[in-house]
């Protein structure tokens, strides 16, 4: 089965340099999320985008911004990259339904030098 | 805002049983799920439950609910050393998009 798809995986950056993330949910999944996991930490929510649109707004600094396209993939972008900036940023797909089940992509490690 | 515990760290023998457990303060929560997360690697999901069950058992896997104390666990049978990794519980509440996750419990399995 299909599986959200997040590139690059790895991604090294200096400090004040910026950043794009992207992600392609699963087929026919109308919902993304944005999470980033600090070294040691639980996932935190960033943000997410339903039918393109923003759905909810978690802890993302105003130096990141966010859209889904009309393709439904999504890109992360980040600017003024901080060395507090690295972390592991996952993506997550869902359909809209009862459930809202999220379902994780590999995930892309971000290291700011 | 939600908040949701976990313990940090269990060893078991390779055969016995795992059992994580998780205790979340929001009582909205509709959805609750297990996601594992093994060294390197993305969030799997393993298996969720929604708030009206209070038992849902899925091969080796079995998530007990106690709605009242807000307490979840994850009964892992017959772990294998293939189980090592950090199991993270998570809360959906239906009025908004997020999961919040719990610390993770790194569950080790020794032979």
């Known amino acids: 089965a299909a599986g959200v798809i997040q590139s690059p995986r790895h991604l090294i950056k200096e400090k004040r340099e910026t950043a794009t993330l992207k992600c392609y949910p699963i087929?026919?999944?109308?919902?993304v999320y944005w999470y980033q996991q600090g070294p040691g930490q639980d996932p935190q929510f960033l943000i997410s985008?339903?039918?393109?649109?923003?759905?909810d707004k978690g802890s993302i600094p105003d130096r990141f911004s966010a859209q889904q396209f009309s393709d439904y993939h999504s890109e992360l972008n980040m600017s003024s990259l901080e060395l507090g900036d690295s972390a592991l940023y996952f993506c997550?797909?869902?359909?809209?339904?009862?459930?809202?089940?999220?379902?994780f992509g590999p995930g892309t490690r971000l290291t700011v030098l | 805002g939600e908040d949701v515990e976990q313990s940090l760290f269990l060893s078991v023998r390779e055969g016995d049983s795992s059992v994580i457990n998780c205790t979340y303060t929001?009582?909205?929560?509709?959805?609750l799920y297990w996601y594992k997360q093994e060294p390197g690697a993305g969030l799997q999901l393993l298996t969720y439950?929604?708030?009206?069950?209070d038992m849902k058992q899925d091969q080796r896997l079995t998530v007990l609910l106690n709605k009242k104390d807000k307490h979840l666990s994850l009964r892992i049978a017959d772990t294998q050393t293939g189980d090592s990794a950090i199991y993270f519980c998570?809360?959906?509440?239906?009025?908004?998009?997020?999961?919040?996750f719990g610390t993770g419990t790194r569950l080790q399995v020794t032979l």
């Open positions: 929001d009582s909205s929560s509709t959805y």
């Open positions: 439950i929604f708030s009206n069950m």
């Open positions: 087929p026919r999944h109308d919902t």
């Open positions: 985008f339903y039918e393109k649109m923003q759905s």
């Open positions: 998570a809360s959906f509440a239906g009025t908004a998009s997020k999961l919040t």
């Open positions: 997550a797909s869902s359909k809209r339904t009862v459930t809202d089940t999220q379902y």
